[in-house]
């Protein structure tokens, strides 16, 4: 056989083969629990207007939090402690400041809910938020009416 | 006011089309191709760059919600573009590989595609989500699929612009980059389609309905196109009907396949494929859906993914590692597989390294892959910032990292040796259209000399990229080199004078044409008059920039009508430039059998000091008393048929910021005229003199 010819088929088979390795190990990989998206506050929250919203953006262990209309606070995943028989799980978010404490459980009487969760921040400030994350957002209908006078 | 959605919309296009316009311009000054510009305006107006500089001037233009208006437009841009992109998708390209094409080909996919599935293993537990979208699978299998695009549409364009696509490395790069679309974009609804299945049995349906529809796309919707080309093909009037259908068909085709789950992108990008590509059917249909799509509505698209890149997110060394290390492995995949490959097939190292760098470009592809995964969640935020660095890092680094490892090849033939050089009398003369070719043919005939110093033309014909920015390949050329070249080639045969033609694109073409001329060893550069585009100066423009950047002796020619034995004028105060006009016009005079005069100009202590009237060797010498040189040489103009003047301040031809200053005997002077200057070394600008700068007192040497 040509070299080419023997490169073209070691490479299909080559990569065939570490493609197979690469999905098999990556499946058994876990990456951070997805806390991303709105949490609505509920209304047992002390001190917190009704219809506020916890806002995490999150790419991995790297979360963007903002409660309510304040600044938004960066943090990173510290760690995970799941309650298998509770069906609920810990998380744990820190940055230089803080730490951020999410108890987050399932909520199964209410369909409309996907998930609960209480946020406990601790350090420079002390704040407790509930909160709870629902199903898929509707989409946000295109304004057509003026929006602002001057 | 009425601040309201539409005027915020209207007022968002407009700072983006500015912008864009302005950044691309500014890449391409860079020698960089014009994504690279426009993608960076889209992220300077983003929350990368106008976020976190002016937050209220963000906020004010891209409030909340408005930003899904310029989704709508940047989906329906992309859409578009797809379609063009399928539409020039050459088949031949495809079906007639050769031998080393394959291998390459599918090594420059490959290869990166599995370094980038195996990357997904680092970067899986540190910056993506356990979300059902996300699952390891299909996120392995986008990265894959990301690393492996190749931006055909910029590829094709540097190779255009560098006049590579002839030769064996262009036409390599091209063949693998085309398949490399094809397959990058089948492999991208496959995951696509992995992406969103929610299970075994509807992943099963959508491959089945996707199978339907494309032997539906084969062989229902391809005859009938066939069939509306045969009946409608050459007809110009009944153009937009057929427009309109085939966009209509287009969006059927990419509503289907949204439905189906492939994304609607590749729905556009297989009916472009499938259209027959005969160029009087393709060719209007192109015209029209590229000037909307690629003037407006990408910038939109550049702008839409800059709101979403947010390079704020990455803020720890960690995510810049990882964004190094994504770079790396895109550059070590594409560039190493296609490089290894090419070298195995028997490249040599330059060739190979050269369709390496080529096939690393990755540009408003990657970009467009990336916004698919964004859209259907599989990557986060983060990872999308980190490959739309990678995207514009391997599209910037292409033209520079492409001249060093395979150094530009402006000619065909070689440079210019010694023995030529100095056998010859070369005169580089760029033409832009045909019709002014013979005029300059015969402007070089006259400055033919004796056997040992034989006058040759160099035509050069330089084209600059037409707006087509991202198909790359122009299917609509202009004039060929044979159309310009042809009647100054005829009129250089009729006056047996020795001619030879070079053609190539370039950006800069004032720069271009100097650095011809250094190859050549040319000892002038003769050019026909220019308008230009700011202000009346007839020697303005490309010609300014060479008149005062060309390193080689340059003449400016305004042709009226210039006769076979043209009586002669050089109007004389003994600069440099004036000089090598009398040169000049003592070749032609001697060449024509014209007598030349040289007429000084001065006051009356200047006409005593000077050598009085005379006549040497056919040049006759005139002192004319007045106080403004150009009134004299203007006075007695009738008497001439053609005017060799040096540029300088005495005859109001001092190079000014859009031109030569005044040029009142250029506008003025009936005959034809020769305006020439003397290229000086930097040494010689400023020579340490006592006798002060009036040079006009040195003796004119007449020389035979």
């Known amino acids: ?35 991303s998206g709105i949490w609505h506050v509920r209304g047992d929250t002390p001190d917190v207007e009704s219809g506020e919203v916890v806002r995490i953006d999150q790419s991995g262990r790297f979360l963007s939090v903002a409660l309510g209309k304040h600044p938004p606070m ?32 399932p909520v199964p009487e209410d369909p409309d809910v996907l998930e609960a969760a209480e946020f406990v921040l601790e350090g420079d400030h002390y704040q407790v938020w509930r909160a709870e994350r629902r199903g898929p957002e509707a989409p946000l209908p295109i304004e057509t009416k003026p929006e602002k006078k001057s | 006011m009425h601040v309201t959605t539409v005027l915020i919309l209207l007022l968002q296009l407009s700072v983006i089309l500015a912008l864009s316009r ?14 690279v510009g426009e993608m960076l305006a889209g992220i300077m107006l983003g929350p990368s760059l106008l976020g976190l500089v002016s937050p209220d001037a963000y906020e004010f233009l891209f409030p909340q919600g408005s930003v899904r208006l310029l989704n709508v437009l940047a989906q329906v841009g992309v859409i578009l573009f797809l379609f063009l992109i399928g539409l020039e998708l050459d ?7 050769g031998h080393a094409a394959v291998v390459i080909s599918h090594a420059s996919i490959v290869v990166p595609f599995v370094l980038g599935a195996a990357l997904t293993l680092v970067l899986y537990p540190l910056v993506f989500n356990d979300a059902p979208q996300m699952r390891f699978t299909a996120v392995a299998l986008f990265m894959g699929a990301a690393m492996s695009i190749t931006a055909f549409p910029v590829l094709a364009r540097i ?23 094809v397959t990058a974009w089948c492999m991208l609804a496959f995951v696509v389609a992995i992406g969103r299945a929610e299970g075994l049995g509807p992943g099963l349906v959508t491959a089945g309905l996707a199978g339907v529809y494309v032997l539906v796309m084969f062989f229902a919707v391809r005859p009938l196109l066939k069939r509306i080309q045969a009946v409608r093909g050459a007809d110009r009037q009944r153009a937009g009907g057929t427009l309109a259908v085939v966009l209509l068909l287009t969006l059927a085709s990419a509503a289907a396949t949204e439905y189906i789950g492939i994304h609607a992108l590749f729905g556009a990008f297989l009916m472009g494929a499938i259209m027959p590509k005969d160029p009087s059917f393709v060719r209007p249909i192109t015209e029209r859906v590229e000037d909307l799509t690629v003037t407006f509505l990408l910038p939109v698209f550049f702008a839409y ?115 030529t050089a100095e056998a010859e009398f070369g005169v580089v003369v760029p033409v832009a259209r045909a019709e002014s070719g013979p005029g300059l043919a015969k ?63 370039t950006r800069d073409l004032a720069s271009d044409i100097a650095r011809v001329a250094r190859a050549k060893r040319a000892d002038l550069i003769l050019m026909g008059a220019h308008q230009s585009l700011l202000g009346q100066a007839a020697l303005g423009g490309i010609v300014h920039r060479v008149l005062t950047g060309a390193d080689t002796d340059v003449a400016i020619l305004v042709d009226r009508a210039l006769p076979d034995t043209p009586r002669i004028l050089v109007p004389f105060q003994g600069s440099p430039h004036d000089r090598l006009a009398l040169d000049l016009a003592r070749r032609i005079g001697a060449k024509a059998g014209a007598g030349v005069t040289v007429m000084r100009v001065g006051n009356a202590a200047r006409k005593a000091s000077s050598d009085a009237d005379g006549e040497s ?72 003199t006592r006798a002060g700068p009036d040079h006009a007192e040195q003796p004119v040497a007449v020389h035979a």
């Not at chain 1, 760690?79 to 951020?100: F, I, K, S």
Request: aromatic share 8%.
């Open chain 1, 1 to 35: 056989m040509k070299r080419p010819t023997v490169l073209y088929l070691s490479l299909f088979g080559a990569a065939g083969l570490v493609l197979w390795g690469v999905i098999t190990v990556g499946n058994r990989l876990k990456p951070p629990r997805d806390l």
């Open chain 1, 74 to 105: 960066e943090f990173r995943w510290s760690d995970e402690e799941p309650n298998a028989a509770a069906g609920t799980y810990v998380v744990y978010l820190r940055n230089d400041n803080h730490v951020l404490t999410v108890n987050i459980r």
């Open chain 2, 22 to 35: 302005l950044m691309g311009n500014l890449a391409m000054r860079l020698h960089q191709p014009r994504v």
């Open chain 2, 91 to 97: 088949p031949k390209l495809i079906r007639d590989r």
């Open chain 2, 159 to 181: 190779l255009t612009e560098r006049d590579l696509q002839k030769t064996k490395v262009g036409a390599l790069a091209i063949t693998c980059a085309a398949v490399d679309d």
């Open chain 2, 305 to 419: 993914a800059g709101l979403r890149t947010q390079i704020g997110l990455l803020d720890t060394p960690l995510l810049w590692a990882l964004t190094g290390l994504i770079i790396l492995v895109a550059c070590l995949g594409k560039f190493g597989g296609s490089a290894v490959a090419a070298w195995v097939c028997g490249f040599n190292w330059r060739e190979s390294a050269a369709v390496g760098v080529l096939m690393n470009t990755r540009g408003l592809m990657e970009l467009v892959i990336l916004t698919i995964g964004l859209q259907i969640g599989v990557i986060t935020d983060a990872v999308f910032a980190m490959m739309v660095l990678m995207a514009l890092a391997t599209t910037a680094m292409t033209t520079p990292v492409l001249h060093w490892v395979y150094p530009r090849r402006m000619f065909h033939t070689a440079a210019v040796d010694d023995a």
């Open chain 2, 443 to 505: 402007a070089v005939a006259l400055l033919d000399g004796p056997k040992e110093k034989r006058v040759k033309l160099y035509g050069l014909h330089l084209v600059e990229p037409e707006a087509r920015e991202y198909l790359g390949l122009p299917i609509a050329a202009r004039q060929t080199a044979d159309d310009v070249f042809g009647p100054m080639l005829r009129e250089a045969a009729l006056l047996d004078l020795p001619a030879e033609s070079v053609t190539f694109r």
């Open chain 2, 617 to 688: 060797d056919g040049v006759t010498q005139w002192i004319v008393e007045d106080s403004s040189p150009v009134d004299a040489v203007l006075r007695h103009a009738g008497r001439f048929d053609l005017a060799v003047i040096g540029v300088g301040e005495e005859w109001g031809l001092m190079s000014h910021l859009f031109g030569f200053r005044a040029e009142r005997v250029a506008r003025e002077w009936p005959g034809s005229l020769l305006v020439v200057r003397k290229h000086q070394p930097v040494a010689e600008l400023h020579p340490p």
